[in-house]
């Protein structure tokens, strides 16, 4: 019989448990071995749904990590607990699949990283969906094959389905704020497009709470433009809003100097369209996992299949902080209400100014 | 100064108006120098309409015949006077546009074709609008082009928006029915399409009159489908509605050996896309004048032109006999609920059937 | 733990390997245990990506029902062995999925119903994919809810893209022609969305062979057009092709009294378009597979569920042998150039004719 | 008979042209009864489209301006000589419509305007042609009508097709720049949308030479995108291009607190598609005057209505002069690489800065 790989999850949140029912049904190459979360909820929903196909419950983080023959951890609770679980398990000798953000700081992301350049022996993936996509994929290789020429303009946008509640406003306490939140997917796409290393020029960011004021105190916004010069002569520029009434919209256009492509210009649930009075109209994916439920689907297999067969994963760990690193800019450009200017080796330029 | 062309629209309803305007304000070429409605609504509307920009207006056909240097007539009151006026205008020695169809009667088309054939100096065109629509015409230009191969199957229909009144029913009685009515402009694509000669081979119709059963006492349907076999390996299929929710839909598709393309697929009013709860929606034309308008302002341009420069007219009238001849046999089948066979020289077959 | 379904595929080619993985990897409620296919090729394929997981290989059909255990069958090799391994599996108490379809011979169907209605306490079930495809059920829940009033007229088409080879005239010989082996999946659709106890009322077909001419001495055609009146005012009509240039296109339309809604009318890859000299281009799902991959996944899914928790099938046995008989039809009303009328009971109305 | 009006074309060149053409065979209420353009080309083509129709040809605008019964002039030459024409036409007592922009220097926008307030008899109209545009127009009403609930961002686009030539370079010395020539249109739909009196909060623009290096001798690039904040909460984003390859794409989207719209997120030529090998594909309007045309004649239309019925024109004069503004500080920061900032009442605040 085949060897799969043996698999905890940490955090049984709502994509905790998404993650750890991918690894349990739909991951034939690994088993769910091991699941942590210490909330009575996800104890009782892991009680049905995960213990009695064979997965182990804990409530204790360390606890999961000593599971027998565990070999690698997905991260997936909340935010500010990214970074020390992951290296906690990097300790540990697991391998990792860290949920994006690593975390909302950009020393905190340098420890991560650090931690896993000291194991190279370790498969430390940060799980930005998108790079699983089977459209942001066929979109990387029509570049690469050239398709478009060299790329140039990236314009990229997260944009998520008003609630009519405060979740938004209770979300970002902890989230980072918008740009870090949501278009750290979109610079990490700009890093794809525009190659992995490229050294960032400028940040400047604004935005509006047009819909949640009470935003505003943890200085974030419900609308958030960004535009990102990186050294070499490319531009992205991005878009994040809370309040789409349609559904999720995550559109993504590259312009290339010979061509351009476009990613979901035209969001739609299914392939149903209704003809009625007022006219022609679909429906639009209302979650970012209607979006991207096929992406995480391939990220477990993916995943897996590079420890198991020792392969290169997808992309590199460095990214993520590279991401974290601009989100990070935004946020502050927001803030200062100022243009941040970075010099050719991506450090900081520090300024005064006075009006006149 | 340059040579205007001297028109007469006969017919001031809803159409006619249409073209008594474009040939007043939107053909260049052209003037209306006279107008004929017997009708006072009609008599009014030209008095402020037309009258003040220096059209004559007249209650007789006769008279306008004769208004002094009138050189064309464009045909546009009820379908019964169709062939009677475009012969007593060719009499007249006038050029004539007349509009679809000549009659729903085959004889009397040929009627007006053989009052043709002896004019050959005379300019007579059956206003097929879609022949005169830029993308029909693109379309045309691809299929010519080789770009589809050898166009052998063909799908078209014309579907009108809902109405909640008994317009349709009234206007069952003199139409020739849905087929002759509305199809009769696919099936002019079709021999567009597929060559001005090709032959039919057989015919059958099916419908429901779902919407308005008033149209049962006419034989007559409000949703009705027809496949035409030609001789030589083409195919036809059509479909008609009086019963479209967002608006008018006007669809067709031609499939070649090769390729296929298709025209209007996605009917939309204009531009503007809402993104709204629910999802996104387009609005849709509502009438066929709102898809078609520029169609009928190219038609009588083109008209002008032809007979100013003495050019070749872009289709000739003699596959608007075959149109009718189709439709008619449509008709046919739906009430006999028979498949009707021709000849490879065009002539219908006639059987005798016996049920064992 | 959990209790498994245990399941066995008979057939290992393109469709039957298809199954077996999704059973294998994508069910997970289900263990693939036994698998059939005598030739060289799927056993060695077998061996390959089978055995290792557990799963056992035999050369022998009626070994495989022996294999300890085993609750259920896929039927999935040649359409001639679709029925006899039907029943042979009924007679061994398995429950069965069934590839489409039962057989190209109306007779030979109903006595797999017959013998499926001995055994009512075994799932009998007929692959017909669309019918677990998130469109398709979409559009059923928006048609059962009445968001179009009452279903009225259906269009359905089934095209394969072409391919430059003989496939399509080999396959020809025991597919039962292009009406019951493509369209037998709309015929299904019209059944679905008019009611499964919809009367045929009449059928026409008409065909060309325009690419493959081989086809013709199967009397099948790489074209085909029918029309299938059903009694009570309803009416659909179908197009089936083996020469679509771009990829696969099944595209349904349903009209209602009160509104109208499209099934895949814009078909596409995935969420990619190029903008490139020539336009704006969007790739196109190549086969049938690319379309309802998800769709197959969720049969076997639901098939699974359905055994588990004796749950009643999406769907009963006999609407497939309701669609075999129309398609049927449609081959011979294409072989013999006839309508085909049915009396109020759904029984074909023999006749003789004589041209006059 | 009817008055209709006397107007003159000042410039024959592609667009003047085309104006002169709307106003003489397109625009039934008005008379073109001159024309000015010194070039000897455009003198040859007038004689051959113009002089034969009744238009007066001149070779001197001052003399244009003295040409009998004239009482509106089209102002539609070089950029550099829009102001001037269009003050001595207004000193001459001439209604004006004059090409966008005015200027590419505010003080002299403030110089045209100054002008016809002192004139409040005359209609001066800067020819936005979108304003003009049925898509655009039916966009406004809906905002107007609240079905987005408040705008709050704005996303618009000028794109133009790639030209293997140095076109853009030459036109780069008097255009004022991409910001000023391209955007200007989006300028001004951001006006329009959030309300003409918005006051500019902050300008940031940044931008590379990708296809175009020529482009940098005039501070100008072929790709731009400038962030524009309004003070009351509202940001609008541009981007504008001369280098896509399938052609022209200007896009609009306007965000609303309750729902959000788009105008042309799908260029197309026409209402074809074509399905090859490769896809489905659809040719892209190449032009913006393919774009706008219709909005162009709209213009010639209302303008002529306006001043016959003397009738509010659609928007305010002022308007265009924010909109150069606004493009004059998108080049400044540009040039600059820094955020301009605007107090409240819109004055531009000045800044000193050095490096830590």
Redesign the interface.
């Known amino acids: 019989?085949?060897r799969k790989l043996q698999v905890g999850v940490s955090g049984l949140g709502r994509m905790g448990a998404r993650h750890a029912r991918h690894f349990?049904?739909?991951t034939?190459r690994a088993e769910l071995v091991a699941a942590f979360d210490p909330s009575p909820e996800a104890q009782a929903w892991g009680k049905q749904h995960l213990e009695?196909?064979?997965t182990k419950l804990y409530t204790d983080y360390d606890e999961m990590l000593k599971h027998p023959g565990l070999e690698a951890v997905v991260v997936a609770g909340i935010t500010t607990e990214h970074a020390p679980q992951t290296i906690k398990a990097i300790a540990a000798d697991k391998h990792v699949l860290c949920e994006k953000p690593l975390s909302t700081k950009v020393e905190i992301c340098e420890d991560v990283l650090n931690a896993a350049k000291a194991k190279p022996h370790l498969k430390v993936l940060c799980g930005f969906s998108r790079r699983f996509d089977?459209?942001y994929r066929?979109?990387a290789e029509?570049i690469d094959n050239g398709?478009?020429g060299?790329p140039?303009?990236l314009?990229s946008q997260t944009c998520d389905k008003f609630r009519n509640d405060d979740y938004f406003v209770q979300y970002a306490k902890f989230s980072g704020g918008i740009f870090v939140d949501a278009n750290i997917h979109d610079i990490d796409l700009a890093l794809w497009f525009f190659g992995q290393d490229s050294i960032v020029k400028?940040v400047?960011a604004?935005?509006?709470?047009?819909?949640y004021p009470g935003l505003k105190q943890y200085d974030d916004v419900d609308?958030g433009?960004a535009?990102v010069?990186f050294w070499g002569?490319?531009?992205a520029?991005f878009?994040s809003?809370r309040?789409?009434?349609?559904?999720q919209?995550d559109t993504t256009e590259v312009?290339g100097?010979?061509?351009?492509?476009?990613?979901?210009?035209?969001?739609?649930?299914?392939?149903?369209?209704?003809?009625?009075?007022?006219?022609?109209?679909?429906?639009?994916d209302q979650t970012y996992y209607d979006r991207f439920e096929q992406a995480f689907v391939k990220e477990s297999n993916e995943f897996t299949e590079c420890i198991l067969d020792d392969k290169k994963l997808p992309f590199k760990l460095s990214g993520a902080i590279q991401a974290v690193k601009i989100g990070c800019a935004m946020a502050e450009s927001l803030k200062s209400?100022?243009?941040i200017?970075f010099d050719d080796t991506g450090v900081q330029?520090?300024?005064?100014?006075?009006?006149?």
């Open positions: 019989m085949v349990l049904e739909r034939p009695p196909y064979g089977a459209s066929d979109a029509k398709e478009i060299r140039t303009i314009r400028s400047t604004v935005g509006v709470a047009a819909r609308n433009i535009v010069e002569g490319r531009i520029y878009y809003s309040m789409m009434m349609a559904g919209q312009i100097t010979h061509g351009k492509l476009t990613v979901n210009a035209n969001p739609a649930l299914n392939l149903v369209e209704m003809h009625e009075l007022g006219g022609v109209r679909r429906e639009v209400g100022r243009k200017d330029i520090k300024e005064a100014r006075a009006r006149l």
